[in-house]
């Protein structure tokens, strides 16, 4: 990453007020960027909240994905030239319980935002974030690599295959033409601080522990590759700033940004790291009968790592270690934005792995 690329650079952000996004916001506003979020109004329990990350962005819009004149015309006055869609429905579960908008946000608000990037002529690089799930899962022991079939059980992972098929077709149809290029980003089980999402390992073992209570685990062998938020975030900005280089062409396509090995846990273990690190908490399996999710699941980065120079710098130990840490400091009333801040500070200092 290079930080002087974003210094003084206009960033229109969709999904600001969310977890990543969030992040996002810190990260690129620290290093001197203007960003401009767009996204609904963030949840009581945030990081956005917390850490009162709307104070050191240029502007925060709080408006839907879905209504596409008001999306362009955010996009517009930002004169910003590099776009991050992050905005969406990120829940499995939720999208079992309401289909409908699952589809509305994830695929025509993707559809909305490369519109929005067609009609205003100032944007030059556009990186849309996915998920690991836009994958036809078939339980393989092997990592998924960016060529493989678009797909997905539930509604949620198949609206992120349509995601993908949705950029696509836009840089090819529209945006390669008028010389702007599109990536996509697709990364795994990311977890850290500031995640509150209800249906959502970490956030649901923090309840838990924190009020005195055993988790309730669905399915403690199911195996995924966890990651910490920054380890993503790294692999956006810097393909972001490949994007917008003069041969940015060459990298307008899809891209993995998956843990190394040592992040391809299961559930179980997860639960018993998060707890050793927290000093306490027990679980229980959840017995109830539950919608289908894959049981294995692990991405190929091998295109990051030899073409953008990317790789994860935090190994499974650290990702907890830090995630647990961000948690406990806000059950004692510290500066969240300081907290986050220097997490990001540890992890830009750490080799890569």
């Known amino acids: 990453m290079n930080p002087d690329f974003w210094n003084g650079r206009k960033v229109f952000l969709t999904g600001h007020?969310?977890?990543?996004?969030?992040?996002l916001s810190l990260l690129l506003s620290d290093w001197g960027?203007?960003?401009?979020?767009?996204?609904?109004?963030?949840?009581?329990?945030?990081?956005?909240r917390h850490g009162a990350i709307g104070d050191v962005m240029a502007s925060s819009e709080i408006a839907d994905i879905r209504d596409a004149d008001t999306l362009t015309a955010a996009l517009r006055r930002s004169g910003a030239d590099v776009v991050f869609h992050?905005?969406?429905?990120?829940?499995?579960?939720?999208?079992?319980?309401?289909?409908?908008?699952?589809?509305?946000?994830?695929?025509?608000?993707?559809?909305?935002?490369l519109e929005a990037c067609r009609r205003v002529?100032?944007?030059?690089?556009?990186?849309?974030?996915?998920?690991?799930?836009?994958?036809?899962?078939?339980?393989?022991a092997w990592g998924y690599r960016e060529n493989e079939a678009m797909g997905g059980h539930?509604?949620?992972?198949?609206?992120?295959?349509?995601?993908?098929?949705?950029?696509?077709?836009?840089?090819?149809?529209?945006?390669?033409?008028a010389h702007v290029n599109v990536g996509s980003g697709r990364a795994?089980?990311?977890?850290?601080?500031?995640?509150?999402?209800?249906?959502?390992?970490?956030?649901?073992?923090?309840?838990?522990?924190?009020?005195?209570?055993?988790?309730?685990?669905?399915?403690p062998g199911a195996i995924r590759p966890w990651q910490h938020v920054l380890e993503p975030l790294s692999g956006y900005v810097v393909l972001a700033e490949r994007l917008a280089a003069s041969d940015g062409a060459a990298?307008?396509?899809?891209?993995?940004?998956?843990?190394?090995?040592s992040g391809d846990r299961n559930v179980g273990d997860v639960t018993e790291a998060l707890y050793?690190?927290?000093?306490?908490?027990?679980?229980?399996?959840?017995?109830?009968?539950?919608?289908?999710?894959a049981h294995y699941l692990k991405l190929d980065s091998s295109k990051a790592r030899l073409r953008l120079g990317w790789r994860p710098r935090w190994d499974f130990e650290d990702t907890i270690a830090r995630t647990t840490e961000w948690y406990k400091a806000r059950t004692e009333g510290r500066n969240m934005r300081d907290v986050t801040r220097h997490q990001i500070t540890s992890y830009l200092a750490a080799p890569g792995i």
Request: charged share 25%.
């Open 17 to 23: 007020t969310g977890f990543k996004g969030s992040w």
């Open 33 to 48: 960027a203007e960003v401009h979020g767009y996204a609904l109004e963030a949840v009581e329990e945030s990081l956005f």
């Open 86 to 113: 992050m905005a969406a429905q990120p829940l499995v579960r939720l999208s079992y319980r309401d289909p409908v908008d699952t589809y509305a946000t994830n695929v025509m608000g993707t559809v909305h935002l």
């Open 121 to 140: 002529e100032h944007v030059k690089a556009v990186l849309v974030v996915t998920s690991d799930k836009c994958y036809e899962n078939r339980e393989w």
């Open 154 to 177: 539930d509604p949620y992972s198949n609206s992120k295959g349509c995601a993908e098929l949705v950029t696509a077709a836009y840089r090819d149809s529209f945006l390669r033409g």
């Open 188 to 219: 795994g089980n990311v977890i850290g601080g500031g995640d509150y999402s209800e249906d959502r390992l970490v956030p649901d073992l923090i309840r838990a522990v924190t009020a005195g209570e055993s988790a309730q685990i669905r399915n």
């Open 251 to 261: 990298f307008a396509e899809g891209w993995n940004f998956g843990p190394s090995s």
């Open 276 to 293: 050793r690190h927290w000093g306490a908490g027990a679980w229980k399996r959840d017995e109830a009968a539950q919608p289908h999710e």
